[in-house]
């Protein structure tokens, strides 16, 4: 199953990658590894955002180790062929007479930048819904600016868990009120889609919820950003979901009890006031857009029960360290959640690794998890050509 998931999953759908942020100038680079595959995410010299297969056209070797870096032009290290930042060749030593060097630059990867956030697609026949899916989302996204803004901070998190786990757990906020304190501080606790299940004691809570949404959809609208919410979670390969939620407490941030974490608002955002703009993609990211920062977090699976979960705090580029924000503040409520995920997710790992295991049922507030496993199915289906009979 890990095999099938790294070929028809990770293989053949766009994989949110990296953002345009973290590779500003040309030059600037991050490495991506999915199964055995590296890919070099860079930013080519007419600033234009290049994926380049970490494969030398020589003789095969890796051309770069590090996981980000900047450089002129890459070097392989065996015997030193020469390509330029869009992957040409530029020089090859003792080549033999007619040898064609323009035939032999780095294989090219498909990449979109959709609103300064970088996927990739490691097919090289993508699904073709990916720019029909960007229209829908790029006036969501695009008033946040997220290609000009400043990596604060940066954190890999290896959770003892296969892929799937960690997108179920983050599909559903049925454990948030038990199982995250420092989120939930800064969240209403709205974890039914119900609103009869919401008990007499949450009922003025709820109120004031929807008080809070009504207030952020006016806000939104008067400043051309949309608000509503856009769901396309298992019936198309790019599968999304966009929501703008309302922040409790001071409605701010990811701060505690929705505190703002950084002095400079980001994009076009006018009002510290703005909620949360919330993005899921299928097969492995999600995304916070706030006021005053931007988190996107990716997950890539490492093996059968090891997935690699990268976070990235993005503020204003004119925000200062230590003056607008401070990096344990800004990243304090994410770092306490993202942990507190990773040990549901090692617990599940256990769990059902158990011979005795049984699945039980969805609470209705998991929707989004069978959603997740809907697409998931369907995407395995497609690939087998038909029925679930196939899948044996
Ligand atoms: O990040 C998410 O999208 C979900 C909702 C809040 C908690 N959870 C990890
Ligand atoms: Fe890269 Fe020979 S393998 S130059
Ligand atoms: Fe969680």
């Known amino acids: 199953m890990y095999a099938l998931d790294l070929e028809v999953i990770f293989g053949r759908h766009w994989l949110f990658c990296a953002t345009e942020a973290e590779i500003p100038e040309p030059g600037?680079?991050?490495?991506?590894?999915?199964?055995?595959?590296?890919?070099?995410?860079?930013?080519?010299?007419?600033?234009?955002?290049?994926?380049?297969?970490?494969?030398?056209?020589?003789r095969g070797s890796r051309i770069v180790d590090d996981p980000c870096g900047a450089v002129g032009n890459f070097v392989c290290p065996y015997h030193q062929w020469t390509y330029r930042t869009d992957g040409s060749l530029i020089f090859a030593e003792s080549s033999q007479p007619g040898f064609d060097r323009s035939a032999f630059g780095l294989r090219r990867v498909p990449v979109r930048?959709?609103?300064?956030?970088?996927?990739?697609?490691?097919?090289?026949?993508?699904?073709?819904?990916?720019?029909?899916?960007?229209?829908?989302?790029?006036?969501?996204?695009?008033?946040?600016?997220?290609?000009?803004?400043?990596?604060?901070?940066?954190?890999?998190?290896?959770?003892?868990?296969?892929?799937?786990?960690?997108?179920?757990?983050?599909?559903?906020?049925?454990?948030?009120?038990?199982?995250?304190?420092?989120?939930?501080?800064?969240?209403?606790?709205?974890?039914?889609?119900?609103?009869?299940?919401?008990?007499?004691?949450?009922?003025?809570?709820?109120?004031?919820?929807?008080?809070?949404?009504?207030?952020?959809?006016?806000?939104?609208?008067?400043?051309?950003?949309?608000?509503?919410?856009?769901?396309?979670?298992?019936?198309?390969?790019?599968?999304?979901?966009?929501?703008h939620m309302p922040l409790a407490g001071k409605g701010r941030s990811f701060g505690m009890g929705g505190a703002p974490v950084s002095a400079k608002l980001i994009g076009d955002v006018h009002d510290a006031v703005f909620g949360d703009m919330s993005v899921h993609f299928q097969p492995n990211s999600w995304f916070h857009l706030l006021s005053d920062h931007a988190i996107v977090f990716r997950a890539l699976p490492v093996a059968p029960d090891r997935t690699l979960v990268r976070t990235t705090w993005l503020v204003s580029a004119d925000a200062v360290e230590g003056v607008d924000y401070d990096v344990d503040r800004l990243t304090e409520v994410w770092t306490a959640t993202n942990d507190e995920d990773r040990g549901f997710v090692e617990r599940q790992q256990r769990g059902v690794s158990d011979p005795g295991y049984l699945p039980g049922p969805y609470a209705t507030v998991e929707f989004d998890v069978e959603a997740f496993v809907t697409w998931y199915i369907r995407r395995l289906e497609s690939h087998f050509g038909g029925g679930r009979d196939h899948l044996g």
């Open 28 to 58: 600037d680079f991050v490495t991506v590894e999915v199964g055995s595959t590296s890919v070099i995410i860079v930013r080519d010299d007419d600033e234009g955002v290049s994926a380049l297969l970490n494969v030398c056209r020589h």
């Open 113 to 243: 930048s959709l609103a300064g956030l970088v996927f990739v697609c490691l097919s090289d026949e993508p699904p073709v819904d990916f720019d029909e899916v960007a229209g829908v989302l790029e006036p969501y996204l695009a008033p946040y600016r997220l290609a000009g803004l400043k990596v604060a901070h940066q954190t890999d998190l290896m959770e003892a868990g296969n892929w799937k786990l960690v997108m179920e757990n983050n599909r559903e906020c049925l454990h948030c009120d038990a199982g995250h304190p420092e989120l939930t501080s800064a969240y209403f606790p709205f974890l039914t889609s119900n609103p009869e299940d919401i008990t007499p004691r949450l009922r003025p809570v709820y109120e004031e919820y929807l008080g809070a949404g009504a207030k952020l959809t006016e806000a939104g609208a008067t400043r051309g950003i949309p608000s509503g919410a856009r769901r396309e979670l298992d019936s198309r390969p790019t599968g999304y979901q966009v929501t």
